[in-house]
C-alpha cells in the first residue's frame, strides 16, 4: 500500500473508548484516506473524509462492491472472523452486475409490507418485554429491550414466529462483533434463512420472504441471502440506534422533557445519534478497479476500502457548514444509512425508525422516571470497531405492574 506511515491497526482499545479521538488523529497524521491493518496483517484503506466517501459511493464503476476483486484473497484464510460482515459470498446476489434490478425488486417487496402492521407488532413486543422487568425496579436495557425488540420485530416482517427470532440473535451478536464465533454465527443464520424459503415457497404468507419469492427476480439462494442482509444489518444498527438514543436522552439534558411526554424531543435525539454516534462506524466495503487517487494516496486495483461514516460525518471541512442547523434538527446530511447505490433502502430506513422510534415511545410511557444506573462513562461501547452499541445500559426506576399481569 502507498502511504509514508505504518497502517492503523482496526482493532484495539481506542476505537472502544476514543473512536472520535482516534479518527481526528488519523485525519492529522494520514489525511481523509488511511492505511489500516485487518486482522491478520490484511491491508486496507479506511475513508474518513466526508467528500472522498461522497466520491467513492457515488462511483459504483470504479469502486464496485465486488470482492472477486479483491488483491489479498490468497492472503486470507478460510475462518478470517470479518468474512461474514464483508460482501465477499460468490452468489450473484451479491455482485453489482445483479444489484440494481434486485434492489428495485427489493424496495418493491418492501413497499408491500404494512407500516401499521409494523408499528402495532412494535407497540405489543416493546410492552410484552416492558411487562418482562417494571416490576424489578432495575434492568439492563440492552440485554432485556434494545437488542431483542427488533430482531422480534423483523423475525415477524420476514415470517419467523417470535421464537425462532430470538434462537438467532446470539448468532448475529457473534458476526457483529467480527471474533471467532462469527463464521459459526453466519452458518447458522444463513441456514435458518435457508429453511424459511424452502417454508414460503410451499406456504406463502402476508411476510417479505413471501413477497420477495413473488416478485420473480430471486433465486432461492438469493432470497435467503437477502433475507440474512435484512436480520442482520436491519437487527443490530436498529438495536444500537435505540440504545444510543437512550443514551443520550438519559445523559443530556437537552432532551429532559421527552421523560415528560415531549416527543419531538426523541426525534430530535434520534437524528442526533445519526450525525455524533451513528450505529454502523465503518462498513465493508469496495475494491477499486484499476489504480487511482483518492485524496492525497494512490490506491491499487484491487485494494479493499473501508467506509468510515462515523469519521466523514465528523469532518471539520464539512461540520463548519452544518452548524448553523443543529443536527438533532433535522438535518439529515450524515451517513447514518450509508450513500450512493448501495444506501439502505428507504423503506428499510423508515422501518428501522418506526422500530426503534416506537420502542423508545413505550418505554418512556410505562417508565417515565427510568434513569442510568452507573455513570455513563462506566458504559462500555460494543467490542467491534465496525459497531458503536453499548453492552449494557442499566437504568432503574419505579417499579410497576406489568399490563398483562
Known amino acids: 500500500m502507498d502511504s509514508g506511515r ?7 482499545p481506542r476505537f472502544l473508548n476514543d473512536p472520535q479521538g482516534l479518527y481526528r488523529e488519523m485525519r492529522r497524521d494520514h489525511g481523509p484516506v488511511v492505511p489500516v491493518e485487518l486482522p491478520g496483517g490484511i491491508p486496507a484503506w479506511l475513508v474518513i473524509g466526508y467528500r472522498e466517501l461522497h466520491q467513492v459511493t457515488n462511483d459504483s464503476e470504479l ?25 465477499v459470498s460468490p452468489s450473484p446476489a451479491l455482485a453489482d452486475s445483479t444489484h440494481r434490478s434486485q434492489a428495485k425488486t427489493m424496495d418493491a417487496a418492501m413497499e408491500t409490507m404494512d407500516p401499521f402492521a409494523l408499528r402495532r407488532d412494535c407497540e405489543e413486543l416493546s410492552d410484552r418485554l416492558v411487562d418482562g422487568f417494571c416490576g424489578r425496579g432495575s434492568v439492563d436495557l440492552v440485554g432485556s429491550f434494545a437488542e431483542p425488540l427488533p430482531v422480534l420485530a423483523l423475525a415477524r416482517l420476514v415470517g419467523l414466529p417470535d421464537a425462532e427470532g430470538l434462537e438467532l440473535l446470539r448468532s448475529m451478536e457473534v458476526m457483529g462483533d467480527a471474533g471467532l464465533e462469527a463464521q459459526a454465527g453466519y452458518a447458522r443464520l444463513a441456514e435458518s434463512m435457508r429453511q424459511l424459503v424452502a417454508h ?44 444510543n438514543s437512550l443514551r443520550l436522552m438519559l445523559t443530556d ?64 471541512d464539512v461540520r463548519q457548514f452544518t452548524e448553523a442547523e443543529p443536527m438533532s434538527l433535522g ?44 455513570a455513563p462513562e462506566a458504559l462500555v461501547r460494543r467490542p467491534s470497531p465496525f459497531l458503536s452499541g453499548m453492552t449494557a445500559l442499566p437504568v432503574r426506576f419505579t417499579a410497576v405492574r406489568p399490563l398483562n399481569d
Not at 505504518?6 to 484495539?12: E, Q, V
Not at 462492491?65 to 488483491?71: L, T, Y
Not at 413477497?211 to 432461492?220: R, T
Not at 445519534?273 to 485524496?295: F, H, K, N, S, Y
Open 253 to 316: 439534558d437537552r432532551f429532559a422533557n421527552a421523560f415528560g411526554g415531549g416527543r419531538r424531543s426523541i426525534g430530535q435525539a434520534m437524528n442526533e445519534v445519526l450525525w455524533e454516534d451513528t450505529p454502523t462506524q465503518i462498513l465493508a466495503g469496495r475494491w477499486a478497479v484499476r489504480d487511482t487517487r483518492l485524496g492525497d494516496k494512490v490506491i491499487r486495483a484491487g485494494d479493499l476500502l473501508l467506509l468510515g461514516l462515523a469519521a466523514a460525518n465528523a469532518d471539520p
Open 200 to 243: 414460503k415457497r410451499d406456504r406463502p404468507g402476508p411476510d417479505l420472504a413471501t413477497a420477495l419469492l413473488q416478485q420473480g427476480n430471486y433465486s432461492e439462494e438469493s432470497c435467503g441471502m437477502t433475507l440474512m442482509s435484512v436480520l442482520f444489518a436491519g437487527h443490530i444498527t436498529t438495536a444500537d440506534w435505540l440504545v
Open 63 to 87: 469502486f464496485p462492491r465486488d470482492a472477486a476483486r479483491w488483491n489479498q484473497w490468497p492472503n486470507v484464510p478460510p475462518d478470517w472472523p470479518l468474512l461474514p460482515i464483508l460482501p
Open 331 to 374: 438535518n439529515s446530511a450524515h451517513f447514518g444509512f450509508g450513500h450512493g447505490e448501495y444506501r439502505c433502502p428507504y423503506p428499510a430506513q423508515q422501518m428501522a425508525e418506526t422500530i426503534a422510534r416506537t420502542g423508545i415511545e413505550v418505554l418512556l410511557d410505562r417508565l417515565p422516571d427510568i434513569d442510568l444506573a452507573v
Open 6 to 12: 505504518a497502517p492503523i491497526p482496526l482493532f484495539g
